[in-house]
Structures are given as structure tokens and as C-alpha cells.
């Protein structure tokens, strides 16, 4: 069956340091690879996606992401956390129809002082 | 644009009680979708449309009906509610259902059954 897993629940960082949040997914072939991220009380927001073009995706707010087909990974990561960054992010893959995406469970960041 | 809006933001009902969650979206969007979020399951998909007149289910349906009678417009209706119905809820909307458009979502909707 096809699924997705974040790695880590929870990942807390300093301020000013890398971010590194972990996606695997399970695949006959190419899917459709998205990051969404949902601040407190608030609907999700596209961060970045992936649909086949260049291997490393730059998203918005200086989040970046590379597609790894040979591990099946599509790690989210941010050289530098600012502390606007805590909120939950969710990693989603599509399989050929909006009706076949999968969301992960989720990693909350923290971000400290 | 408004994008997708969802109404009400908050909702507490009792056990058995009917209710509708209200979706509407100024996109023009062929594909409209509801989702339930749940701590530590990420959303699943309870039905979805790919076009007025056009719904199907998703993969937790049941105590669920939705209908779309309009392009705009998709909502949600609880039967006969049940405290395992205590969630989020989002509604979402896409140009299309390729499922390589990136989905607009509302608020959302937080629903407590006692």
C-alpha cells in the first residue's frame, strides 16, 4: 500500500540554527511529493512541491527540499530557524488523482530562544 | 478572492444531533475536498468532488454525506453525530484533481460531539 512517514514527531532547534525535518514514502513509481505547514488554529499552506522537474525544490520563507528517489525521501530542511518557523508541518504524496494524496502524520518544530 | 471559506469555526453538538459544515470557494476550482484532522493521524480524506453534480467517497466516509450542486459551493453533513466525530475539519479545493495542483484550504471548522 502506498504511505507516507515523518520520521520525527517532534524536532526542536535553536533560533539561527539548521532545521532538518524527515519524509520517507513508499512507491511503485514517480508521485507527487508536497510540504504543507499549519501555524496554531490556522488552515495548511503550501511550502514547497515537487512534480518531476529539478530535483531540489526551493519553497517559500527559505525552506528547500530534495527529492530522493533511490532512498525515497523528501527531506524538508532551512539553513537558519527563525523563531516564526514553530508550527506544524505535514508532508503529503499524490499518487495520479487529488482523490490518492496521503498526508504524514505530522512533525511539530519548536523553535528555541 | 476570498479563497475557501468554511463555516462555523466552532461547533459543539450533541450525540444523534444533524449539523452542516459549510464550504464555499471563489476559484473557479474543478476539485473540492473535506478532510478530518486528528492528533498524530495527519488528515484523511472523507469525500471529495472533481466537478458540480460529481462526488465520491474518500477514506473515511461513513457518517458522512456531502452533495455539490455548484462549483462553488460542497458541504459537509453529519447524519447522526457521534462523539467519534470530535475533529478538525478541513475543507480544500484545487484547479484540478491530478493531484499535482497544490490544495487551497479553509480555517477550518472545530467540531466537539458530547
Known amino acids: 500500500a502506498q504511505s507516507v512517514t515523518q520520521l520525527d514527531s517532534h524536532v526542536s532547534v535553536s533560533e539561527g540554527t539548521p532545521v532538518l525535518l524527515r519524509c520517507n514514502y513508499s512507491?511503485?513509481?514517480?508521485?507527487?511529493l508536497f510540504w504543507y505547514v499549519q501555524h496554531p488554529n490556522k488552515g495548511l499552506q503550501l511550502l514547497l512541491k515537487?512534480?518531476?522537474?529539478?530535483?531540489l525544490v526551493k519553497g517559500i520563507n527559505g525552506f528547500e527540499a530534495e527529492f530522493k528517489k533511490s532512498e525515497t525521501s523528501f527531506h524538508l530542511t532551512k539553513p537558519s530557524a527563525h523563531m516564526s518557523d514553530a508550527a506544524e508541518y505535514f508532508c503529503?504524496?499524490?499518487?495520479?488523482?487529488?482523490?490518492?494524496?496521503?498526508f504524514g502524520s505530522g512533525t511539530r518544530l519548536s523553535i528555541r530562544p | 478572492n476570498a479563497g475557501v471559506t468554511q463555516t462555523p469555526k466552532f461547533q459543539v453538538l450533541k450525540t444523534g444531533q444533524s449539523m452542516t459544515l459549510q464550504c464555499a470557494q471563489d476559484?473557479?476550482?474543478?476539485?473540492m475536498s473535506w478532510y478530518r484532522q486528528d492528533p498524530g493521524m495527519g488528515l484523511r480524506l472523507i469525500h471529495y468532488?472533481?466537478?458540480?453534480?460529481?462526488?465520491d467517497q474518500g477514506e473515511v466516509p461513513n457518517g458522512y454525506n456531502v452533495s455539490r450542486s455548484t462549483t462553488e459551493d460542497f458541504p459537509l453533513r453529519l447524519l447522526s453525530a457521534a462523539p467519534s466525530q470530535t475533529s478538525v475539519y478541513f475543507c480544500?479545493?484545487?484547479?484540478?484533481?491530478?493531484?499535482?495542483?497544490?490544495?487551497?484550504f479553509g480555517s477550518g471548522t472545530q467540531l466537539s460531539v458530547l
Open positions: 468532488s472533481v466537478g458540480a453534480g460529481i462526488t
Open positions: 512507491s511503485s513509481y514517480s508521485p507527487s
Open positions: 515537487y512534480t518531476s522537474a529539478a530535483t
Open positions: 503529503v504524496v499524490s499518487y495520479s488523482s487529488a482523490s490518492k494524496i496521503i
Open positions: 480544500a479545493s484545487s484547479y484540478s484533481w491530478s493531484g499535482t495542483e497544490k490544495l487551497f
Open positions: 476559484m473557479n476550482h474543478e476539485y
